[in-house]
């Protein structure tokens, strides 16, 4: 499967961004998607996940309450809503996604990635 990562952008504190990911190829249902993040300097970390729209999702605590997984399966795209944006949020946001019956919250474990979105919130 291919992702496209879409939707960054600069946006002031307390703002509020919604990033798309558009998988290209077939059973995109039968994938766990997943949003990572990579500030410079830094290791890449996980955001978010989610298993199947019906399954409850999965976030880092850094972003509980804030942020919203989702995902649409009528159109191969899950979404990253995030809410009451902070400067530590900003970096390049990357979806992925992975055959797997969990989402694991390791990036060594996701088998496809997307391009990068650049999220930068200034103060």
């Known amino acids: 499967v291919q992702l496209q990562a879409s939707g960054g952008g600069l946006v002031q504190a307390g703002g509020s961004l919604r990033l798309s990911c558009a998988a290209f190829?077939?059973?995109?249902?039968?994938?766990?998607m997943a949003w990572f993040r990579q500030a410079p300097g830094k290791e890449r970390e996980f955001v978010a996940s989610?298993?199947?729209?019906?399954?409850?999702?999965d976030y880092a605590d850094s972003v509980k309450g804030r942020f919203t997984i989702s995902r649409d399966n009528a159109k191969n795209t899950v979404y990253l809503r995030m809410n009451s944006l902070k400067p530590e949020d900003t970096a390049v946001y990357y979806c992925?996604?992975?055959?797997?019956?969990?989402?694991?919250?390791?990036?060594?474990?996701?088998?496809?990635w997307g391009q990068g979105t650049q999220v930068t919130v200034s103060s």
């Open positions: 989610i298993v199947r729209a019906d399954f409850s999702p």
């Open positions: 992925a996604a992975a055959i797997r019956s969990s989402a694991p919250s390791y990036p060594a474990l996701y088998d496809y």
């Open positions: 190829g077939r059973a995109f249902s039968a994938y766990v």
